[in-house]
């Protein structure tokens, strides 16, 4: 604050700290899109991890000797704060990664066109349309963890049924888990965000919901790496000569990838589950006033 004319000073932007993450981040996500090519063992991929560890860990350093840091580490030091954090990059981990296989799989073993993908994609959009509302007024009257668990455990048991029934013929058991998973979501969402920012000091919501919309982004970008990798590690290629005598062979390999992949994700709604569980723990040492955006 300038004594003068008491108008506060611009903060310099942290361009270090930016410059850090955005390597350390590139460096992740290159190395989970060239796993399979390269091999996961290769020095390459080892190399890239191994620089995204540094890289990150300098940018965390940084950010603690920052006068003006890209991250407020003081924030992570609440503990119901951190842990409900993770419970949302769980969370978008699936609903990014879903969003990215699911069309693939209509295309692929169901023939589905664009339009007809899009059709179906809609039962999912519908659904918590309508019950955003309800959800959020339902995250004010009842525990916002209690509502996090029961819907992390809902979506889990959805998404493992699910990997378990992509060979059965017809569109049924895919409307079946977008219905289901869109009632698992509305009722995450709306209280985990009360949640989040009720963790956060009153003065710094502001920060508390930067660091809130960053974790989302992030965990949507990975969701897709992720995913993407997974099946590619899944589904290995069947030569072309191969693949035009035995197509029911590599429906085969595109089945076994499809279902490693909704089994990792039902694995990821179980580490929300747990995170949603360890909150309620830390809220009652600690309880925190819900509060909404």
């Given at each position: 604050?300038?004594?003068e004319?008491?108008?506060?000073?611009?903060?310099?932007?942290?361009?270090?700290?930016?410059?850090?993450?955005?390597?350390?981040l590139?460096?992740?996500?290159?190395?989970?899109?060239?796993g399979?090519?390269?091999?996961?063992?290769s020095i390459q991929?080892?190399?890239?991890?191994?620089?995204?560890?540094?890289l990150?860990?300098?940018?965390?350093?940084?950010?603690?000797r920052?006068?003006?840091?890209?991250?407020?580490?003081?924030?992570?030091?609440?503990h119901?704060?951190?842990?409900?954090?993770?419970?949302?990059?769980?969370?978008?981990?699936?609903i990014?990664?879903?969003?990215?296989?699911?069309?693939?799989?209509?295309?692929?073993t169901?023939?589905?066109?664009?339009?007809?993908?899009?059709?179906?994609?809609?039962?999912?959009?519908?659904?918590?349309?309508?019950?955003?509302?309800?959800?959020?007024?339902?995250?004010?009257?009842?525990?916002?963890?209690?509502?996090?668990?029961?819907?992390?455990?809902?979506?889990?048991?959805?998404?493992?049924?699910?990997?378990?029934t992509?060979?059965?013929?017809?569109?049924?058991?895919?409307?079946?888990?977008?219905?289901?998973?869109?009632?698992?979501?509305?009722?995450?969402?709306?209280?985990?965000?009360?949640?989040?920012?009720?963790?956060?000091?009153?003065?710094?919501?502001?920060?508390?919901?930067?660091?809130?919309?960053?974790?989302?982004?992030?965990?949507?970008?990975?969701?897709?790496?992720?995913?993407?990798?997974?099946?590619?590690?899944?589904?290995?290629?069947?030569?072309a000569?191969?693949?035009?005598?035995?197509?029911?062979m590599q429906?085969?390999?595109?089945?076994?990838?499809?279902?490693?992949?909704?089994?990792?994700?039902?694995l990821?709604?179980?580490?929300?589950?747990?995170?949603?569980?360890?909150?309620?723990?830390?809220?009652?040492?600690?309880?925190?006033?819900?509060?909404?955006?």
């Open positions: 604050m300038s004594p004319n008491g108008i506060s000073e611009k903060e310099p932007f942290d361009f270090p700290g930016a410059l850090l993450s955005l390597l350390g590139s460096m992740l996500l290159y190395g989970f899109n060239m399979k090519e390269l091999g996961w063992g991929i080892m190399l890239l991890f191994a620089s995204s560890i540094v990150l860990s300098l940018f965390i350093i940084r950010e603690k920052c006068k003006a840091p890209l991250l407020d580490l003081a924030l992570f030091k609440n119901t704060f951190s842990l409900a954090l993770c419970a949302t990059f769980m969370a978008y981990l699936l990014s990664g879903n969003a990215f296989i699911l069309p693939f799989y209509l295309k692929t169901k023939g589905l066109n664009s339009q007809q993908i899009g059709m179906v994609l809609l039962a999912y959009s519908l659904i918590y349309v309508f019950m955003s509302s309800y959800a959020g007024k339902l995250s004010d009257r009842m525990s916002p963890v209690i509502l996090c668990m029961a819907a992390m455990f809902s979506a889990a048991v959805n998404t493992f049924v699910f990997s378990y992509l060979q059965f013929q017809g569109l049924l058991f895919v409307l079946t888990f977008l219905i289901w998973m869109a009632f698992s979501f509305v009722f995450f969402f709306s209280p985990n965000n009360n949640q989040v920012m009720g963790c956060a000091p009153q003065d710094r919501h502001g920060v508390a919901s930067g660091i809130f919309n960053t974790t989302t982004n992030l965990s949507m970008v990975f969701g897709v790496a992720v995913f993407e990798a997974v099946f590619s590690q899944f589904s290995q290629d069947v030569p000569a191969k693949a035009v005598l035995e197509p029911a429906m085969a390999m595109q089945q076994r990838g499809f279902r490693a992949v909704y089994i990792v994700g039902g990821v709604c179980v580490a929300a589950l747990i995170f949603s569980f360890m909150v309620r723990k830390g809220s009652k040492q600690h309880p925190v006033e819900p509060r909404g955006f």
